[in-house]
């Protein structure tokens, strides 16, 4: 196939400036069936973990990230972060700024940083999302996916990434009172910040705890609560260990492959229902020839490309 | 017109059963062109205020519900209370029992409080909540829409209602985070609930003014800070005064029928994206005739069921 966009070996050869010059041709061009056909190739291709940092703003995310890949690159992992950064509700413009908190070197052709502006919803993941990190998982070994959010977001994010580590710091009150509601998604791992606070930073890691055991029920994964300093680097390896225990464990319990099907679906609906809403579901559900959910599983990109044509083609005759 | 539903007058002079009659008619037959042209004719109608309450869960929203509740009803006013209870993201169903705490005199025939289940965004109105609150404020002097929510859910809150009151607690850090980032949209008062927790209740008092004066521009209401106790009643009469104040200030700034036709364009934009996605927004914005916008901002309901007679018989042929 003769293609605007590089096979998977010389994209893997062709260091950071090529892939940034793919991932914007895939935000430029989202609706050629060239794009839908490259995305689904690569999609299915069990290369790189992803794990995804969620938590309010200020909480440390940015200094945690630049921690993680400090670690994961001495452990010669090739590591890409996404940033989603959020949009203000009132200003309707992405916070920018952000990203210039993250400290790699310019020099080290194995750390790719790259950010999006969050969609409508705070937390909410940017329609290129999860294009992006199609593409970043086949090309690197471990990828980081930052957003910002509380509670609900967490929904978003897994339906992108392996592993959701909740970050929550020593007096914050609404997360905690999020999850002893049961409101909250449970995160994979939680990770409370700024353990070089002492006292209250252990004070806050119980009640994290306390909070976990009165929501988790019947789950063969036990949610670990990981203290973690990015200043000294304290539980940072600890951080490490547990995001690889529960890749670990999703792989001999057989989940890696349903989880991802899972998540293809999940972004072709939510496309979908952004696109068409309520109705759009209902029609691809009831398609007579194949439900468009199950084409999905496979083929999420393709599969959206002609559910939109044919939708169009009905709306605007 | 022979209808189902009682005029004004009527429901006015009815009671609380007959208003409950009313609401669950609403539901039931939300698709009725009847039902249209009777929430139609009241949704212009100027009578009632109301009150929006959210904050995290265990703030103490129910608490000062009844407080506000007891002080309308010693103004002599007639109060209804619409509580939407979150749905959980993990199980799905709604948190029930959670209305129980309300701690109204049934024979008081001037207090009425209906609950509902939030549609599937934590915070998220209800799909009928609009439909709802427009009956209660042509019915009753003061409503009361009881949210669970942080941050986002505060646009959904504004789209039906004169006044955002945002309730924090004394150490909750997250709330802040959100304001001082300027993710979080900003309220028209904020309540800091359990005033009588002393030094720490009138630091947190402090530090929402803090992060109040980051986050406000240019606005020409400054949004106050309350601190309230349920227990004591410390406060309480203060937050009745600010929710007048507000009210007074969109009325002397012509505000009001504004700030209702543009609450009728999102309830019709929200109900469009939600049943026909982005692609249905911009058939109603683009139609040949009228822009379906605009029809909304008298008509949001009659408006709504003919645009969405239209689409399915575009989408269902």
Redesign the interface.
């Known amino acids: 196939m003769s293609s605007a966009f590089p096979s998977l070996e010389n994209l893997r050869a062709g260091g950071k400036r090529l892939l940034a010059r793919v991932l914007t041709r895939l935000e430029t061009r989202a609706s050629d069936p060239e794009t839908a056909a490259f995305l689904d190739q690569l999609c299915n291709c069990r290369h790189g973990r992803v794990l995804g940092l969620t938590g309010?703003?200020?909480?440390g995310k940015s200094s945690l990230t630049d921690a993680l890949i400090k670690t994961y690159r001495e452990n010669g992992k090739r590591v890409a972060v996404l940033a989603i950064d959020?949009s203000?509700?009132?200003?309707g413009g992405a916070?920018l700024g952000d990203r210039t908190r993250l400290k790699t070197d310019p020099l080290d052709d194995d750390v790719f940083v790259r950010s999006m502006a969050a969609r409508d919803?705070?937390g909410g993941l940017s329609d290129h999302a999860v294009a992006a990190i199609t593409v970043l998982r086949a090309v690197c070994d471990q990828v980081i996916v930052e957003t910002?959010g509380?509670?609900?977001s967490e929904?978003d994010l897994k339906q992108a990434v392996d592993t959701v580590v909740l970050c929550v710091?020593p007096?914050?009150?609404?997360?905690l009172?999020?999850m002893?509601?049961?409101?909250?998604?449970?995160p994979d791992i939680v990770a409370v910040t700024k353990a070089d606070m002492g006292a209250l930073a252990r004070r806050a890691a119980s009640d994290v705890v306390g909070a976990l055991s009165l929501?988790s029920g019947g789950q063969s994964w036990q949610v670990p609560v990981s203290s973690v300093s990015s200043q000294t680097g304290e539980g940072i390896a600890d951080l490490v260990e547990q995001a690889g225990k529960h890749g670990a464990y999703l792989q001999t319990a057989g989940l890696v492959e349903p989880m991802r099907r899972n998540q293809h679906v999940a972004w072709f609906e939510d496309m979908?229902?952004?696109?068409?809403?309520?109705?759009?579901l209902e029609?691809a559900g009831n398609d007579k020839v194949t439900r468009w959910q199950d084409r999905a599983q496979d083929r999420p990109f393709g599969s959206y490309a002609e559910f939109s044509e044919n939708?169009?083609r009905?709306?605007r005759?």
Chains 1, 2 share one sequence.
Do not use: C, H, W
């Open positions: 309010p703003p200020g909480v959020p203000s509700a009132v200003s916070l919803r705070l910002v509380i509670g609900q929904g710091q007096g914050s009150g609404d997360s009172q999020f002893k509601a049961g409101i909250m998604e449970l929501s979908v229902r952004t696109a068409y809403g309520q109705t759009g029609l939708m169009n009905l709306l005759a």
